[in-house]
């Protein structure tokens, strides 16, 4: 069974670095064709693609947020690290991670945490 | 980046109904590469549809997916009380990946 789990801060104020981490057990992020998605949902609004990490390293971002996005992984520790720096009070939302099995869709997500920035 | 666009925004329908959701692509989906996801409140997505048709475990036959290129459909022939939730699509044949900005599908 996989399962994934965020954890970091609720509350980060503006301009602050956003560190997320997403913890998972039931795959590992060695195995060819795997991948950890971060995704966030601003509240009622749609979902957000932001970033991808694949077995091999290679590493996608939203053209959108690129330059404050930085996507890394601990495979020793199950472990998927999302940082997003400069924080607004617009990037306030639920923050997610999934597993991407063989280039394929997100299945399943983590549960979410939220993220309100806010002085 | 592909552009997706679900209509219609809000579907209300009462149980027992079918409901028919659209979601177009402003360029052709890679190797139909879409795939829908169930949402209800204060619960992260479910995966439903992948491959544009395919049904995800534990998700009973009464939904189904179809289309290919630009218009892909979601269609729940008749309505339990449980399928009322938002509806997302997301293409991932092509990055950046993209999702739909939802349909929400509620009780009439």
């Known amino acids: 069974q996989i399962t994934l789990k965020e954890s970091g801060p609720t509350l980060v104020k503006p301009t602050q670095t956003l560190t997320l981490t997403c913890t998972f057990s039931g795959f590992s992020l060695s195995t060819n064709g795997v991948g950890v998605g971060w995704i966030r949902q601003p509240p009622g609004k749609a979902l957000e693609w932001l970033a991808l990490?694949?077995?091999?390293?290679?590493?996608r971002y939203s053209p959108s947020l690129k330059s404050r996005l930085t996507i890394t992984k601990d495979t020793s520790k199950n472990q998927v690290v999302l940082t997003m720096s400069n924080m607004d009070p617009v990037d306030t939302g639920t923050y997610y991670c999934?597993?991407?099995?063989?280039?394929?869709?997100?299945?399943?997500w983590g549960q979410g945490t939220l993220v309100t920035v806010s002085s | 980046e592909i552009v997706l666009t679900q209509s219609p925004g809000t579907l209300s329908l009462s149980p027992g109904e079918r409901a028919t959701l659209s979601c177009r692509a402003s360029?052709?989906?890679?190797?139909?590469?879409l795939a829908w996801y169930q949402q209800k409140p204060g619960q992260a997505p479910r995966l439903l549809i992948y491959?544009?048709?395919s049904r995800a475990t534990g998700f009973p036959d009464r939904f189904s997916g179809s289309g290919s290129g630009t218009d892909f459909t979601l269609t729940i022939s008749r309505l339990e009380p449980e399928d009322f939730a938002v509806y997302y699509c997301?293409?991932?044949?092509?990055?950046?990946?993209?999702f739909g900005q939802g349909t929400k599908l509620e009780i009439k």
């Open positions: 491959g544009a048709s």
């Open positions: 990490i694949y077995w091999n390293d290679d590493k």
């Open positions: 997301q293409q991932y044949g092509s990055s950046p990946l993209t």
């Open positions: 999934a597993h991407r099995p063989n280039l394929g869709a997100f299945d399943p």
């Open positions: 360029q052709s989906v890679s190797s139909s590469y």
